[in-house]
């Protein structure tokens, strides 16, 4: 029997995962594989599964990342449904002074308090790469298969990076290997190195991960580094949001490019839209990560340069991935240290394509609430446009009168190409660019601004996302 991952590209190209077979993902640091971890236990709790995850992050924090990207563990944490084990640092050493290193899985048995039916674990090396050697790599296996739990684990590099012995010797037995990565452009790409039974076709597989989603099929939102002037592979804006910067990282930054210094996020988008800077750092703490993730959002809108975001503490992990989807290349956060912080910066350099990308498509404006055919019309050309088909689509349960028509219009940005429009059971509003998260929000506040104005018009609506849901949408419109 197959089980699936829920990230409908992946397994419609390798036809899911094998019951109880061993499945390894490996990427470098913002690739993606939690969240790939978090994706296929969403998956297994849909389908009614027990499902569990062994992981360094603690459960406050995989929770979080879990909501951010759309995906309800939560409930099932507090069910029971889905197991949450932390593990720290002194794991590996438990490991190394215990008489019998196979105790430690023992102790994970125990942490599971029964049958699982998927189990990931991230990073998998941490649980089998131990100074007990192949001998710990072999105990992990005779413990999974006797779990029977189909088992994803991950890899904390790329395969090319080289690895000892015991990762070795786990991914020779893996039933699954799949590399992963995340482009500067924004998309992620999946690559089968091996898979049993083998794929059809192994080319790489292309991903969208968005908030409120996961992890999909693209939707023509990415390629994102805008800007006209050719930027200066020599020079580095650096933004500094907290007091000090280590004298170090400040040395070498200066020894290695033409540094201008920027002390606030408004001077740093200025001198970005005035000149070209090759790369663009932007230094935080903790207290402004949300200053520090708006401002990579703008700089990615507005600047082909490379862009990192460095922390002088750690960050959570679902800061982490705000700030790779607002755009930025890379996210180095703890101590930094000089060595990785020159190797990451190179990777991201070389990989990104300095270009300016074509510009978006932009719809007209519409003059007010449309009529039924035209509204019809306009979603329809929408759906199957390859620059305007990501939009969220609310079918609002209204009275269809002109009055309705006025509000709801009064309240989209048609300047952005959003639409009102009348249709079978009600009014349809069509949020150009906007995902199901992003229109739940304007329900939300549509309905605050009604209760504000001392309305008692109820609203209550539907929400249709293409391109995820195009089928149901022409289904309404009447295609």
Not at 110 to 116: E, I, K, S
Not at 395 to 419: I, M, N, W
């Amino acid at each position: 029997m197959n089980v699936f991952s829920g990230i409908g590209p992946f397994d419609e190209r390798v036809g899911g995962f094998r019951d109880g077979g061993l499945y390894l993902i490996a990427g470098g640091p913002g690739s993606g594989k939690l969240t790939f971890l978090l994706q296929a236990l969403d998956r297994g709790i849909r389908d009614g599964e027990r499902v569990a995850l062994v992981s360094g992050a603690s459960p406050d924090e995989i929770l979080e990342q879990a909501d951010y990207w759309g995906l309800d563990l939560r409930t099932p944490w507090k069910q029971g449904r889905c197991i949450l084990i932390g593990f720290q640092g002194e794991f590996s050493r438990r490991v190394v002074h215990t008489p019998d290193p196979g105790e430690a899985f023992a102790e994970l048995s125990r942490l599971l308090d029964g049958p699982v039916a998927r189990l990931a674990i991230d990073p998998g090396t941490f649980v089998w790469d131990t100074r007990a050697g192949p001998a710990m790599a072999q105990l992990f296996l005779e413990w999974i298969r006797d779990m029977g739990a189909t088992t994803l684990a991950t890899i904390p590099e790329g395969l090319d990076e080289g690895h000892g012995p015991s990762t070795e010797w786990v991914v020779q037995r893996a039933q699954g290997v799949f590399q992963i990565a995340r482009h500067p452009r924004g998309l992620h790409e999946v690559r089968v190195e091996r898979m049993t039974p083998p794929v059809d076709e192994p080319g790489p597989i292309s991903l969208e991960l968005a908030p409120g989603q996961g992890f999909g099929a693209p939707t023509g939102r990415f390629d994102r580094r805008r800007g006209g002037a050719r930027p200066d592979s020599n020079r580095l804006l650096l933004l500094r949001l907290t007091e000090t910067i280590p004298s170090d990282l400040e040395g070498w930054l200066g020894r290695r490019f033409d540094v201008e210094v920027a002390d606030d996020p408004l001077r740093a988008i200025t001198r970005l839209q005035a000149d070209a800077f090759g790369a663009v750092c932007v230094y935080s703490g903790r207290e402004r990560v949300e200053d520090a993730v708006e401002t990579c959002r703008t700089v990615r809108a507005i600047s082909p340069a490379v862009l990192l975001l460095l922390s002088d503490e750690p960050l959570r992990s679902v800061d982490t991935a705000r700030a790779l989807d607002a755009g930025c290349d890379d996210v180095l956060a703890g101590s930094v240290d000089l060595r990785e912080l020159d190797s990451r910066l190179r990777r991201a350099t070389e990989s990104a394509k300095h270009q300016p990308a074509k510009e978006r498509e932009r719809p007209p404006a519409a003059a007010g609430p449309l009529d039924d055919s035209e509204f019809t019309r306009l979603v329809s050309e929408r759906l199957i446009s390859e620059g305007l088909d990501h939009f969220s689509l609310l079918l609002v349960d209204a009275p269809r009168g002109s009055e309705v028509g006025h509000v709801l219009f009064d309240s989209v940005r048609a300047d952005q190409g959003d639409l009102v429009g009348p249709v079978r059971r009600g009014w349809g509003v069509l949020l150009q660019d906007a995902r199901a998260q992003q229109a739940e929000v304007f329900l939300q506040r549509l309905r605050d601004s009604l209760a504000e104005s001392g309305s008692d018009m109820p609203l209550s609506a539907e929400i249709l996302a293409a391109p995820e849901q195009s089928e149901r949408i022409r289904a309404m419109l009447g295609d």
